[in-house]
C-alpha cells in the first residue's frame, strides 16, 4: 500500500539554525499538509498545500516558517531561525481530495538545543 | 472555536471485550468525521471516516457511529485484542467553514489486558 514517508526520522539542532524536512506524499494525492505534535499534546494544524500554493495555515505557522513542492514528488517545510519550542514531531500527511482521508507519514522528531 | 473532547485520557478493558471510545465537540458541525490510531513514536493511521449523512460505519471489527443531534461519535472495538492497545484520536474536518485542516482530539490510550 503507498504510503507517506518523511526523512530525516530524527532531526536534531542548534536554536537560530535553520532546518528543513522533507515528505514525499502518495503519488495520486493533491493536498498536502504539515501538522505538528509536542511531546503529550494534540496533533496540530500547521499548513494546506494545493496547485503549488498555500490553502490555509494555522497561527503557529509565523513567517519563520516556509513550505515548497521543489518537484513532483517532495514537499518540505523550512523553518529559517528555530527556537526552542520549535521542538516537536512535525508530521506529513497528504489526500487524494479535500473531503477524503489525510494519510500521515511517521515524522520528524525536531529537537532544538 | 471548534472544540473536541475524548471522554477518557486512558481506557482499559480486558480481552474479548468492546471498547468504546467517545468523542464530542461544539460549535461547528462538521461534514465528516475521522478516527485514527496513533502508535507511540508513529505518525497517525487513518481507520474510518462517517460523513454528516451516514449514521454509522463498520470495518472489520471497527465500528463508528456519529449523532449529529447529540454532536457525538462513538467508535467501538470488538472482540479487542492486545495488538489494539494503541492511542485513537478523533479528528472533524472545518471543510465547511471552507477550511482544509483536521482539528484533532487529544486521543484515548487504550490498554487491552491479556
Known amino acids: 500500500e503507498p504510503e507517506v514517508t518523511q526523512t530525516p526520522s530524527h532531526q536534531v539542532t542548534q536554536m537560530g539554525q535553520e532546518v528543513i524536512l522533507r515528505c514525499v506524499p502518495i503519488s495520486n494525492h493533491l493536498y498536502f499538509y504539515w501538522y505538528r505534535q509536542i511531546l503529550g499534546q494534540k496533533v496540530e494544524f500547521l499548513v494546506s498545500?494545493?496547485?503549488?500554493?498555500?490553502?490555509?495555515k494555522s497561527e503557529i505557522f509565523d513567517d519563520q516558517f516556509s513550505v515548497e513542492r521543489p518537484d513532483g514528488s517532495n514537499f518540505t517545510l523550512k523553518i529559517r531561525s528555530t527556537k526552542l519550542e520549535d521542538s516537536a514531531m512535525y508530521f506529513c500527511?497528504?489526500?487524494?481530495?479535500?473531503?477524503?482521508?489525510?494519510?500521515f507519514g511517521d515524522g520528524t522528531r525536531l529537537s532544538i538545543l | 472555536s471548534q472544540k473536541i473532547e475524548q471522554n477518557s485520557e486512558a481506557l482499559n478493558i480486558q480481552e474479548g471485550k468492546t471498547a468504546t471510545l467517545t468523542c464530542n465537540y461544539t460549535?461547528?458541525?462538521?461534514?465528516?468525521l475521522q478516527w485514527y490510531r496513533q502508535d507511540p513514536g508513529r505518525g497517525p493511521v487513518f481507520l474510518l471516516l462517517i460523513r454528516e449523512n451516514e449514521k454509522e460505519k463498520r470495518k472489520e471489527r471497527l465500528k463508528v457511529t456519529f449523532d449529529t443531534t447529540l454532536k457525538q461519535s462513538l467508535f467501538h472495538i470488538t472482540a479487542s485484542q492486545p495488538a489494539d492497545s494503541a492511542t485513537y484520536l478523533c479528528?472533524?474536518?472545518?471543510?465547511?467553514?471552507?477550511?482544509?485542516?483536521?482539528?484533532f482530539g487529544k486521543g484515548t490510550k487504550l490498554s487491552v489486558i491479556p
Open positions: 498545500f494545493y496547485n503549488n500554493e498555500i490553502s490555509e
Open positions: 500527511a497528504s489526500s487524494r481530495q479535500l473531503n477524503q482521508p489525510q494519510h
Open positions: 479528528a472533524l474536518d472545518m471543510y465547511g467553514a471552507g477550511s482544509y485542516q483536521l482539528t
Open positions: 460549535n461547528y458541525s462538521p461534514a465528516y
